[in-house]
């Protein structure tokens, strides 16, 4: 008996004596965004990002993502405060790599945004087509727009000629942590249009339904794709993180479980449409470091 007690003895203390790693937490920045980001319902963490979310945690074992509510305004702002968070859905801006490292997460096609409206006489005056820097202009038409998201370059630069004159354009700061409040403020005719990412609104009208649904018109100065990028706060800790991300996406850029996450609720016919576009970069993806942290 003793045999048998002593080495089971000895082998408890062993293992009790080797020390445990502890799991890196990554504050994981969550908003109501569908289909990007689906906090509830019957498709409750099966967004875009959420499924790329778990392809990570899959195989970053050392670490624990943790949600933390917090749209792109929000993260902006604790990044300049130092603090440990990373975005799942940000697009690199020259401010934002003051702030923050990126890895290459995801591929957005089409680029497409849309002006969206309540107004009838607004949308039946419009074209299917509108420049979105004409319509600012018209100073009939009352627009929002959040202060702190990048929209792409161009319309970026549109934004960043907003002035206090310009009281027909306003820039939100304060969005409640998720752009959908804006939808539905324009919903109930608080405001004329703003402008939002096609497959948000197509979301957000299946969710309304059966109201009215809100109405949209291409943005002329979109663009065919975009990258979106994961990207962790400027430090030690968000460098750790993108290295240690960038290196799983590299690894499963070519898999089918990536590629479907990154092409979920996309319609058939624009996963046809873009097919090339889709498959340059998964291969580009695949070959090497695509990271603004230095490695």
Request: proline residues 6%; contains cysteine.
């Amino acid at each position: 008996m003793t045999s048998i007690i002593l080495p089971l003895l000895l082998s408890l203390s062993w293992a009790q004596s080797v020390p445990v790693t502890e799991r890196i937490t990554v504050p994981w920045a969550v908003t109501d965004w569908e289909p990007y980001y689906i906090l509830e319902g019957a498709n409750a963490k099966s967004g875009r990002v959420d499924r790329l979310r778990r392809l990570l945690e899959e195989h970053m074992k050392n670490y624990q993502f943790t949600d933390m509510s917090a749209d792109m305004p929000k993260t902006m702002d604790l990044w300049k405060l130092g603090k440990n968070i990373c975005s799942g859905s940000a697009l690199i801006t020259p401010e934002r790599e003051k702030l923050a490292y990126f890895s290459a997460l995801s591929f957005q096609v089409p680029h497409e945004y849309v002006l969206v409206t309540a107004n009838g006489k607004l949308a039946e005056s419009l074209p299917p087509e509108v420049s979105l820097k004409d319509i600012m202009k018209n100073k009939k038409w009352t627009g929002v727009f959040v202060k702190d998201r990048s929209y792409g370059a161009e319309i970026d630069a549109l934004m960043k000629q907003i002035s206090p004159k310009d009281q027909h354009l306003i820039l939100k700061r304060n969005v409640t942590e998720s752009y959908m409040p804006l939808l539905k403020m324009l919903q109930k005719k608080r405001f004329d249009y703003l402008i939002e990412y096609e497959a948000v609104v197509r979301a957000y009208n299946e969710k309304i339904f059966p109201d009215k649904p809100l109405m949209t018109r291409i943005v002329k100065e979109s663009f065919p794709s975009a990258v979106f990028y994961l990207a962790c706060t400027k430090n030690p800790w968000g460098q750790d993180v993108v290295r240690q991300a960038d290196q799983v996406l590299q690894k499963v850029a070519l898999s089918g479980e990536y590629q479907r996450a990154v092409e979920s609720w996309l319609a058939p016919d624009l996963q046809k449409k873009n097919r090339k576009l889709l498959d340059e970069f998964y291969q580009k993806r695949a070959q090497g470091p695509w990271m603004t942290a230095p490695w």
